[in-house]
């Protein structure tokens, strides 16, 4: 079963399938598809590609760089990229602090940061989590204290993604320690990494990447006209963040794509003289994960659709939670896939094939999405409460 478009929409679809396969390079297209994208460069060739033919920021408005679509052709440009193996546009430009900027802050400040924003001539990374403050980011301990026409900020941030590649980072910190609720004394700033008193420090994955980053904020200023919005209400502006980082994180169109190599590889496998594919048990599976991801699709659909007003909907946390158990899923069935040829981890020129010995760590990087953008078990909270209104 697939689920239909209008003819309208299918056409529009069509022209982005032709646009991805004839603008962005083969190489990188391919690489994108195994998961071996040579990185950051592939990423960066292909958003200025996008940025040059107006596709990076459809979620902008149009003035800085936007398109006039619906939610549902914005959620094809995604899904359709995914599928083509093309780098997504860096989220933390283009999802996250981008809107926020042209959602909230000043004139000045969409002219200084959105154009290098959307071409990524800046790179982005996020000051949100803490250690101390992750599910319940409201707890944060970073402090902002007016001082003239600067903040002095001091504190840590962790779990910053990529921030060895960032020249700047968006942050929460406290600046009204009396708020009668923690929500109301946040600020949301923007602050130039090399800034004197930022200090970054890696964190090691268990795949045995580096990822992600602690910083460390000691005595450091930032100029007072690089505050989003006002002073105080930087819990509004991370909630709107989140919501539209939620909106996308479901990967339907990645997952997609990995179920159609985990099929094609079980089909080449025989076990007792019968292809993998084949087999009940794991067909049964297969179908599982299908079925679940036209459900999902036809929910990303309706959520789509539910948020022409330009406002994250509540119900993007159902695309968090369910798509990142869904590519969670289909990680596990490559590693069952690979069988024993997924045990060899980082072994050089061993005789396994690429795609086998990437099943593993591919499985241990993914248990991360049931942890970013809010964990699974606060996206069921906010179901609860905001969704079902229990």
């Known amino acids: 079963m697939k689920l239909a478009l209008s003819d309208e929409d299918a056409a529009f679809r069509e022209e982005l399938r032709r646009f991805y396969t004839s603008e962005i390079p083969e190489d990188i297209r391919e690489r994108g598809k195994t998961g071996h994208s040579k990185f950051p460069e592939d990423m960066v060739t292909s958003q200025r590609i996008l940025h040059a033919n107006g596709l990076a920021v459809p979620n902008w408005p149009v003035e800085w760089g936007g398109k006039d679509w ?3 052709q ?10 083509a193996g093309v780098p997504e546009p860096l989220a933390f430009n283009t999802k996250m602090v981008g809107p926020v900027i042209a959602q909230f802050g000043s004139q000045a400040m969409k002219e200084r940061f959105l154009p290098p924003t959307a071409n990524i001539d800046i790179w982005w990374c996020q000051g949100f989590s803490e250690p101390e403050a992750g599910s319940d980011l409201a707890s944060l301990r970073t402090t902002a204290v007016r001082d003239g026409d600067t903040y002095v900020v001091n504190g840590q941030k962790t779990w910053t993604t990529l921030g060895q590649y960032a020249d700047w980072i968006f942050l929460l910190a406290r600046t009204n320690p009396d708020a009668p609720k923690r929500q ?19 964190i090691e994955l268990i795949d045995g990447s580096y990822e992600v980053n602690e910083v460390f904020f000691e005595d450091v200023r930032i100029p007072a006209d690089q505050l989003v919005g006002e002073e105080n209400q930087g819990w509004t502006y991370a909630k709107f963040l989140l919501g539209n980082e939620r909106t996308g994180i479901a990967r339907i169109g990645l997952t997609k794509l990995w179920m159609a190599q985990v099929k094609e590889h079980a089909a080449k496998l025989e076990v007792n003289g019968t292809p993998l594919l084949e087999d009940p048990l794991f067909a049964a599976r297969v179908a599982e994960i299908e079925t679940g991801l036209l459900a999902l699709e036809l929910t990303q659909m309706r959520v789509s659709g539910s ?4 406002k994250p909907n509540p119900a993007s946390s159902i695309l968090k939670l369910r798509g990142s158990q869904l590519q969670q899923a289909a990680t596990e069935l490559f590693v069952e896939v690979a069988g024993p040829a ?23 990087n993914y248990r991360k999405t049931s942890i970013y953008g809010g964990t699974n078990e606060v996206q069921r909270n906010i179901i609860a409460s905001t969704i079902l209104g229990l």
């Open 70 to 72: 619906t939610p549902l």
């Open 74 to 83: 914005r959620q094809i440009w995604l899904d359709e990229m995914q599928l």
């Open 184 to 202: 109301a004394g946040i600020s949301f700033l923007l602050a130039e990494m090399s800034t004197p008193g930022i200090t970054l420090r890696p």
């Open 307 to 310: 948020e022409a007003d330009g």
């Open 342 to 364: 997924a045990l060899p981890f980082d072994a050089g020129d061993i005789d396994v094939p690429t795609w086998a010995k990437d099943a593993a760590p591919r499985y241990l």
